[in-house]
């Protein structure tokens, strides 16, 4: 289903033009407006979704085999050396765009795109609760 007032919507269904470089039945991949590096691209399901959490299972099992097929393609048409796969959810996460995306940005030897984080220090007794916490509410 689409979202009325969704740019992504739009976007995937090909009412406003981007340009894309795969489509099938359920995805559109298109190029970034707003590049993070050559090449950064965002996969976009056609059902809208707002976040990960509202993605359909089928989209969901789906997602990363368009993943993988894009990557291997941006790594023979661009020469690129490495790509982050990166999917924000909610604004604490970074998320601009309330449809489901899932970021490729392809990598360059010595580029300066923003993509790691800063690592930080673990606890070994707080990293043991918080698996324990999270293990407990796996569906
Ligand atoms: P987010 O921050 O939500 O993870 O990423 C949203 C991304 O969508 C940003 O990288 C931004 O540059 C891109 N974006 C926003 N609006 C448009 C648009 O109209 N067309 C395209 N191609 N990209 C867009
Ligand atoms: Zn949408």
């Known amino acids: ?8 919507c739009k976007i995937a269904a090909g009412e406003i033009p981007s340009e894309t470089v795969y489509e099938d039945e359920e995805f559109r991949v298109i190029l970034d407006l707003n590049p993070a590096s050559k090449g ?3 996969i976009l399901p056609k059902d809208h979704a707002d976040d990960i959490f509202d993605l359909s299972d089928k989209d969901k099992e789906r997602v990363l085999f368009v993943a993988s ?9 661009l020469c690129c050396t490495g790509i982050n796969l990166v999917q924000n959810n909610g604004e604490s996460a970074g998320q601009t765009v309330k449809h489901f995306h899932l970021h490729l940005i392809p990598r360059y030897d010595g580029d300066s795109a923003m993509v790691l984080w800063k690592p930080g220090i673990s606890e070994p007794e707080e990293q043991k609760r918080i698996a ?5 509410k796996i569906k």
């Open 1 to 8: 289903m689409r979202k009325d007032d969704c740019i992504f």
């Open 40 to 42: 950064h691209a965002l």
């Open 69 to 77: 097929k894009v990557a291997s393609a941006m790594k023979e048409a």
């Open 132 to 136: 324990m916490d999270i293990k407990a």
